[in-house]
């Protein structure tokens, strides 16, 4: 059955994990599950032009450019002229920004530490588990085998 197949149930998961993270972020925050990601990789990007934020996040440009523009208006972020290239936008979180990332790390972090409680799991080892896998698909030949 389908239902049984791992890659599928992952896929259910990812898509729940998702929507349960958009719902508590809306409700708590005001804020999507995507706009806050996007929040949060800027986080760690730093200033970085709207390209290289685009390829950080997987969006187009023109995606990264229509989230900006709400972004901005709410006080999550700025953007500015690039000084070694007229045609680039440099862009930068906000400490308004920095606060948002900051509440919704901490609301995630403990919806995620209730789910792993209440699945009776480990949460080191699915973590560790996590990131062997990823790094495992992240060095494929583009094929999706490693």
């Not at 719902?23 to 032009?49: D, E, M, N, P, W």
Request: hydrophobic letters at 40%; a neutral charge; one cysteine or more.
């Amino acid at each position: 059955m389908i239902e049984d197949a791992p890659a599928y149930l992952l896929h259910k998961l990812v898509s729940e994990l998702d929507r349960a993270a958009d719902t508590l972020l809306q409700a708590r925050l005001g804020i999507s599950y995507k706009r806050a990601l996007f929040l949060l990789v800027l986080h760690h990007c730093g200033i970085v032009t709207q390209h290289e934020l685009a390829v950080a996040l997987g969006y187009s440009d023109p995606a990264v450019s229509t989230m900006l523009v709400q972004l901005a208006k709410d006080g999550y972020v700025t953007t500015a002229p690039s000084p070694e290239h007229g045609r680039k936008r440099l862009v930068s979180i906000t400490p308004r920004g920095e606060a948002l990332v900051a509440e919704g790390r901490d609301l995630m972090n403990a919806r995620y530490d209730r789910l792993m409680a209440a699945a009776g799991v480990d949460a080191r080892h699915y973590d560790e588990l996590t990131g062997r896998i990823y790094r495992a698909l992240a060095t494929t030949n583009g094929e999706g085998t490693p």
